[in-house]
C-alpha cells in the first residue's frame, strides 16, 4: 500500500498569501495519478486537480499542482477567504487508492 | 448536473447491520462505477468498497472484506452498501463518490451519511 505523508498538517497564511502544500509517497506513484481535493467543514471533499497537475472543471486557475514520482505540491496563489479549508491527496496509480492525512489551511 | 445523494445513516448497536443508499442522477449510472468512501470523525478519507457500472466487477478494502457488500440497481440508478458485523471502527460518514471514466480519482462525490455504531 502507498502511504502518503502530507505537510505540513496545518498552515496559517493570510488572504491574499500563497500556500504551498506536499504530498510525499511511500513509493512511486505510476504515470503521475496523484489527485487533489478540497474539504470545507461539514461538506464533501471536492475534486481540485487530478494528474498531478490538471485542473478539475471550474477551478479557478490560481489552483496549480506539480511533482512526479513521490513528490508532489500543490500551491494556491493568492489565498482567498473561500479557500481556507482541508486538502488531501490521493494517489490511484495503485490498489489500494489511498488518501493521505490531510493539510488545513487556517486563516492566520 | 450530477448528482449523488445518500441515505440509510443512522444509529446501530455494535454487531448490527445497516444498509446505505446513494441515489444518482444527471449522468448515465450505468456506464459509471461508483465508490464508497468513508470518513471517521475528524479523520481522513478511506475508500471503503466499489463496484463497475455493470455490477461484475467490485472492490473492498481489507477492514470491510466479508462484512460489507456493495452492489447496485442500474434501472433505479441506486447504489447500495450492506453492512453487517458493525463496530466502532465503522462509524464515519459515508460517502458515495463517483470515479471519473478511465481513471481512478472521483470527480463528483455525494454530502454523505452518518453511521454511530453505540448502544
Known amino acids: 500500500e502507498i502511504v502518503l505523508t502530507q505537510s505540513p498538517a496545518t498552515l496559517s497564511l493570510s488572504p491574499g498569501e500563497r500556500a504551498t502544500l506536499s504530498c510525499g509517497a511511500s513509493?512511486?506513484?505510476?504515470?503521475?495519478?496523484l489527485a487533489w481535493y478540497q474539504q470545507k467543514p461539514g461538506l464533501a471533499p471536492r475534486l481540485l486537480m487530478y494528474?498531478?497537475?490538471s485542473r478539475a472543471t471550474g477551478i479557478p486557475d490560481r489552483f496549480s499542482g506539480s511533482g512526479s514520482g513521490t513528490d508532489f505540491t500543490l500551491t494556491i496563489n493568492r489565498l482567498e477567504p473561500e479557500d481556507f479549508a482541508v486538502y488531501y491527496c490521493?494517489?490511484?496509480?495503485?490498489?489500494?487508492?489511498?488518501f493521505g492525512q490531510g493539510t488545513k489551511v487556517e486563516i492566520k | 448536473e450530477v448528482q449523488l445523494v445518500e441515505s440509510g445513516g443512522g444509529l446501530v448497536q455494535p454487531g448490527g447491520p445497516l444498509r446505505l443508499s446513494c441515489a444518482a442522477s444527471?449522468?448515465?449510472?450505468?456506464?459509471?462505477?461508483i465508490y464508497w468512501v468513508r470518513q471517521a470523525p475528524g479523520k481522513g478519507l478511506e475508500v471503503v468498497s466499489g463496484?463497475?457500472?455493470?455490477?461484475?466487477?467490485?472492490y473492498y478494502a481489507n477492514s470491510v472484506r466479508g462484512r460489507f457488500t456493495i452492489s447496485r440497481d442500474n434501472s433505479k440508478n441506486t447504489l447500495y452498501l450492506q453492512m453487517s458485523s458493525l463496530g466502532p471502527e465503522d462509524m464515519a460518514v459515508y460517502y458515495c463518490?463517483?470515479?471519473?471514466?478511465?481513471?481512478?480519482?472521483?470527480?463528483?462525490w455525494g454530502q454523505g451519511t452518518l453511521v454511530t455504531v453505540s448502544s
Open positions: 463518490a463517483r470515479r471519473a471514466a478511465s481513471s481512478f480519482y472521483f470527480d463528483y
Open positions: 444527471g449522468f448515465t449510472f450505468s456506464y459509471s462505477s
Open positions: 463496484i463497475s457500472g455493470n455490477g461484475d466487477n467490485t
Open positions: 513509493q512511486s506513484v505510476s504515470s503521475s495519478y
Open positions: 494528474a498531478a497537475s
Open positions: 490521493q494517489q490511484y496509480g495503485t490498489s489500494p487508492l489511498t
